[in-house]
């Protein structure tokens, strides 16, 4: 009869260390679970991060080459507007030099004016 109670006792044990490994089984397999989509989840948000970072750097890239033009079409501009200074002060300075040839000559003429006379 011990032998039958001892029987009995260890099969409940027994009965108990399986559910205790289940239960261990089921926490280990949730937690890896949890983990997994904790996982997924951070990769999930690093590649969202990386192709807002994509769009970000592109955007920075368009703004520069923007930049970049405008300073071109700026440059170009000056150096046209200076082209078009220097176009005028050549005229100015050939236009002075004719003033002071026709005064001159007049100059003269009138000193021969005043000697006719």
């Known amino acids: 009869m ?3 109670a001892d029987k009995k006792l260890l099969e409940r044990h027994t009965l108990q ?6 239960e261990a089984q089921e926490g280990l397999a949730s937690s890896l679970r ?5 996982e997924e989840s951070m990769l999930l948000e690093n590649e969202g991060l ?11 890239a368009a703004m520069q080459k923007s930049e970049k ?3 071109q079409l700026q440059y170009l501009n000056l150096i046209e507007e200076n082209d078009t200074l220097l176009r ?3 005229e100015t300075v050939l236009l ?5 040839s026709k005064y001159a000559t007049l100059e003269q003429d ?6 006719d006379m």
Not at 50 to 60: E, I, N, P, T
Not at 110 to 115: A, D, H, L
């Open 50 to 60: 990386r192709l807002h970072f994509d769009k970000v750097q592109a955007s920075l």
């Open 110 to 115: 009138s000193k021969r004016n005043e000697g």
């Open 17 to 22: 260390l399986q559910h205790q490994v289940n």
């Open 69 to 71: 033009q405008e300073l």
């Open 96 to 100: 002075h030099k004719q003033v002071e």
């Open 88 to 90: 005028q002060k050549n």
């Open 2 to 4: 011990q032998w039958v």
């Open 34 to 38: 949890f983990h997994k989509v904790s």
